[in-house]
């Protein structure tokens, strides 16, 4: 109960400032949920408290991004003793700069990167309650570098240099350069066929590593509805002597009706062929629910999972998102 209180406080205290201040915008972004795992005590969870400034330096030319969340999973440091030193409360997800020279977008810093379609969309408008296990498994997601985008009528292009490496990588070393190519072709209004390469460089205990990951996708976009179909390669190898061959797809499928969104996933994804046990799916089915138009929204989702050796791990989510 306590960590309710703490956030409903944070909210009370951040709530004024959810508002248009003279040098930009405050937003507070929240996600709560509910759990029902098949195994697991059902359980409540904060699983995302966020704090979001925008602001212009230069209208229309120049604009800053600065998001924080209140880390809920909350990452021990340790001396050379191993005695613990400290417990980070708050992370930092983004601090962009974005320069605006129409139809170039430039940006520096750290933000999301463009690996694939769901990579960088917003927790808000994601069909279902979580990213298809391609992204969980191999985005980059946040990243520091450059990224230039170009935007026509009927293309958008993509090219990022990022620190690469992990994961929400926060570091940046001469040795470790990633790179992202992304092409978006707009054929017709509502369709988008789509191809991005990821490219890896790095070092692992003195040996260099070099991954590349591939996507390939398709969707359509229609008042009623939206259908998108993505397939994923990745290559990991290099130095190490080791070589993983990976692959994955999904299959996505959302029916607007007025106010509610019904969606439905399947997903496979063999993490290393080379190997036996390795293969993964999972379906999801869900409903959504929008209360206030990108302010507040209800969910639920069922995920049945699948695996060479079948684990009793499915579970029903109901989540209630929200921006004051």
């Not at 997601?141 to 026509?152: C, F, N, P, Y």
């Not at 989702?301 to 209630?320: C, D, H, K, P």
Request: charged share 20%; hydrophobic share 40%.
């Amino acid at each position: 109960m306590k960590k309710y209180l703490i956030t409903l406080f944070f909210m009370v205290v951040f709530l004024p400032l959810a508002v248009d201040l003279p040098v930009g915008r405050m937003d507070a972004f929240a996600q709560v949920q509910y759990s029902v795992p098949e195994t697991s005590p059902n359980a409540f969870l904060i699983k995302r408290f966020r704090l979001k400034f925008t602001g212009d330096i230069v209208e229309s030319l120049l604009s800053v991004t600065l998001q924080a969340e209140l880390n809920n999973k909350p990452v021990p440091e340790y001396d050379d003793s191993e005695e613990l030193i400290n417990v980070n409360s708050i992370a930092l997800l983004d601090a962009k700069a974005t320069f605006n020279f129409n139809p170039i977008r430039l940006t520096v810093g750290r933000f999301l990167t463009p690996f694939d379609h769901y990579t960088p969309i917003s927790l808000f408008n994601l069909n279902t309650l979580d990213y298809p296990m391609i992204d969980l498994d191999y985005s980059p997601s946040r990243q520091i570098g450059i990224e230039l985008l170009m935007t026509l009528s009927a293309m958008d292009f993509w090219f990022c240099v990022l620190n690469g490496n992990e994961k929400n990588n926060y570091e940046e070393t001469d040795s470790e350069k990633s790179y992202i190519f992304r092409l978006d072709i707009k054929p017709v209004k509502g369709i988008t066929a789509g191809f991005s390469e990821y490219i890896d460089n790095y070092f692992l205990d003195e040996a260099y590593v070099k991954n590349t990951k591939s996507n390939v996708f398709v969707s359509v976009k229609e008042n009623n509805y939206f259908f998108i179909t993505q397939l994923s390669y990745i290559e990991a190898g290099g130095e190490t002597g080791v070589t993983v061959y990976s692959y994955g797809y999904f299959f996505n499928l959302s029916f607007y009706l007025g106010q509610f969104e019904i969606t439905g996933r399947y997903e496979f994804i063999d993490k290393d062929s080379n190997k036996p046990g390795e293969v993964k799916t999972r379906f999801t089915g869900g409903v959504n629910y929008t209360i206030v138009p990108n302010k507040a929204q209800a969910g639920i989702s069922y995920f049945i999972n699948g695996e060479t050796v079948e684990i009793a791990n499915n579970q029903l989510l109901f989540q209630l998102q929200f921006t004051l």
